[in-house]
Each structure stands twice: as C-alpha cells, then as structure tokens.
C-alpha cells in the first residue's frame, strides 16, 4: 500500500484492511517511510539494452530495492514519484503490477503498470491512461473483476485442457490401429459423434462454471500461454492413460464380458446371436479357426 498519510495513521489503515497482520506490526521494516525509500533506491533512471529499440526505466539501486521488497507492505508519506519507483522497481523484478488512481500525478504510474484502475470521479487523462474505470469507487467492484476475470481465464484453460486430452488420446488411439491392425479402431462417423459431444456439451459445461474466492489467493498466470506446463502434464499424462485403457478393451475385450468387435485382428466373425461371440471365443481352438478363415 502507498499512502500520502502519516506513518501511523497509514499503518492502522493497512492493519484493518488486511494488509498487516499481527506478525507485520512487530516487525519495522514492514512499513517505510517514503523519503528513506527514496534514499535507499535512488533515482529513475533509462537504460537501452542491446537487441531492444525502446529504452526501458530502472532504478539507481536495484539491488537496495530488492532488499526492501522482502519485508516492506506499505510506504507512508508517499508522493506520485514514490508510487512510479515501486511500480518499475517491481516491474524490473518480474512482478505483475496493479496501481489505483485518480489524478494527473498518477498518470505516470497507471501507464507503467500492467494493469491500471482508475477511479470514476478522477480526471480525464488518468481515466485515459488506465485499462479499467471503477464508476462507482466502490474498489471491491475491483475485486469482483479480477475474480470473474481469472475465472474466464481459467475456464477458457480447462476447455483447452479438455479439447487436448481427448484429441491426443483419439490421435495416439488411431495411428496404434493403423499401425498394427491395418484400420483405425474409429471411424469417422465416430470420430465425428467425439468431437460433436466435446463441442457442445464440455464446452458450456466448462465456460459456465462460477468463480470461487479461493481463486483471488491463486498467483499471476502466465504471460506467455495460456497452456502453462503443468496443463502439458495433465494433458499427456491423461491421454496416455486414455489410450492404455481403450487399447486395452479392443485387445482383451473379448474376454471381459464378452465384449466383442465385429473384426477380431483383421478377420470377420459372423454369428447368428451376438451372445454366441463369448461363447465361441471360450473354445481352445477358436483363434486358430479364425486365423484359417
């Protein structure tokens, strides 16, 4: 928290809003005031690093600043230039970064942050600068945003990771029958019906699932993907199992509960009663007989 109040007064407000607990409040270096932070971390300063065209802004002391950051939550007295050194001395630190604000001094520090709130009753040009407005002031709207927002996000990952598991596990399922069997197990009617149930009904299963709070206490996703490695892992590992279970029943079906194929390894069985399959399965001759045919 960055507040222009006094050290005391910004430390009760930070208490009662949650963001000091009791633990913080025996400890100092937990709140700061802003002119020692400015001391400790120096001046804004511009830096061209080879390979980019723009110049990037860090800090005259990084590695005072990365000191700080273990224990400081809230920096008192603090002006806008205090609020824009935090917010590219955490940018540099790969941190994302989310800043309030309402007037042309924050201005700066809405269009460095990642994400910028401006209040309803702020200025224009800081309204202008932020990726989102609260019309109301109320800042809990805020959290009720970044809840839905990280809820489709992660309702859009789940669909993806769905989609994956049964494509790769389809995939895997009918390279292994043309490569052994000389056909794949599906065909294409079925193949279709697959992706017609996946389409629909997991898709508006999944999209409309309802976010839970816990998922405000989950960290930052990935900037990269959306397809983080663990969803790699769940998605490989289910496929493979998927695949291990179906190929499984195409094999040895015939002896589990007379679960049966119209072709068994490339040949066609012909039975006037379909409960007649197990039953000529069961005699100790009846793959070699259909080997002959």
């Known amino acids: ?48 690093i080879e390979g980019e065209a723009e110049a990037r802004h860090h ?8 000191t700080i950051l273990e224990d400081v939550k809230v920096l008192t007295r603090a002006n806008s230039d205090d609020k824009l050194l935090m917010v590219v001395g955490l940018k540099n630190s790969s941190k994302t970064v989310a ?10 520090a809405l269009e460095h942050a990642d994400v910028g709130l401006a209040m309803g009753s702020g200025c224009s040009a800081a309204k202008q600068a932020s990726a989102l407005i609260l019309t109301s002031d109320d800042f809990e709207s805020a959290i009720r945003a970044v809840m839905w927002g990280r809820n489709i ?12 598991t049964v494509n790769v596990s389809v995939i895997l399922l009918v390279i292994f029958g043309i490569l052994f069997f000389g056909e794949s197990p599906l065909s294409a009617v079925q193949l279709l019906w697959i992706n017609l149930i996946m389409d629909t009904f997991a898709a508006i299963a999944l999209s409309t699932e309802p976010p839970m709070e816990k998922i405000l206490k989950s960290p930052p996703t990935s900037r990269s993907s959306i397809l983080t490695a663990s969803i790699w892992r769940q998605v490989l590992g289910l496929s493979l199992w998927n695949f291990l279970m179906v190929v499984f029943l195409y094999i040895f079906g015939v002896y589990i509960g007379g679960l049966m194929s119209f072709e068994y390894y490339g040949h066609k069985v012909t ?8 039953s000529y399965l069961d005699k100790p001759d009846a793959v070699k007989e259909i080997e002959k045919m």
């Open 1 to 48: 928290m960055i507040s222009g109040d006094h050290y005391e007064t910004a430390k009760k407000v930070a208490y009662k809003a949650g963001i000091l607990s009791d633990a913080d409040l025996a400890n100092q270096n937990c709140v700061m005031d802003a002119e020692k932070f400015r001391e400790e971390v120096g001046r804004l300063e511009e830096k061209r």
């Open 99 to 108: 800043v309030t604000g309402d007037g042309i001094n924050d201005i700066d």
């Open 59 to 66: 800090l005259e002391r990084e590695e005072n600043f990365l």
């Open 153 to 164: 996000y992660h309702n859009v990952g789940r669909f993806l990771q769905f989609q994956l």
């Open 271 to 278: 039975t006037a009663d379909p409960d007649d399959c197990s």
